[in-house]
């Protein structure tokens, strides 16, 4: 049996691993959007296109995630940390003086963001304390002009992508697993 892992300790020790920000949103059952700062956020697939973030079981919107058939996700842009931090944080109106779009399935988008999807949930699966949502893109916008916004070690920051070498991938040929 494994000994009892320090949780303090882990969480620094998942602290290292840099991550891009996202805000996940959905609508509430009275049609009111919904987010949270989500750094969970991953591809899963390209054929078909799936992605997946995962939620808190104790997460006050976990209940409008659950009832929602989609999930809007928003990659935030360097710049956008006060964004991050607002939608990381209880507050009774999160979106206020937040520009943001819906498109055809309503999920909110966040404006000024790197990337945005439009997601049709797909499957929802036990994980620990979260919950992990699996979602089908059926929309994006890209806007590759723009710096990601980052987070590592409790921190922001950016990324800014070195010229690719002659023998390297390109930027079509992600690392794989």
Not at 7 to 27: C, D, P, Q, Y
Not at 68 to 96: C, M, N, Y
């Amino acid at each position: 049996m494994p000994a009892a892992l320090d949780i303090a300790a882990l969480k620094k020790a998942f602290g290292n691993f840099a991550t891009g920000i996202t805000v996940v949103s959905t609508r509430d059952g009275a049609g009111n959007p919904v987010g949270i700062t989500c750094n969970s956020f991953t591809s899963v697939s390209l054929k078909p296109p799936l992605v997946l973030f995962s939620l808190a079981k104790t997460a006050f919107s976990l209940s409008a995630f659950l009832r929602a058939d989609h999930f809007g996700v928003s990659v935030l842009a360097r710049g956008q940390e006060a964004i991050s931090t607002r939608f990381a944080t209880p507050s009774s109106d999160k979106w206020a003086g937040v520009s943001w779009h819906a498109w055809d399935r309503g999920s909110p988008v966040i404006g000024g963001a790197v990337a945005g999807f439009e997601c049709r949930k797909t499957a929802v699966h036990e994980g620990g304390d979260h919950l992990l949502f699996l979602g089908e893109i059926e929309r994006m916008e890209s806007r590759p002009d723009r710096t990601p916004l980052v987070y590592l070690r409790s921190r922001y920051g950016h990324f800014e992508a070195e010229a690719p070498e002659a023998d390297a991938p390109g930027e079509d040929d992600p690392p794989a697993c």
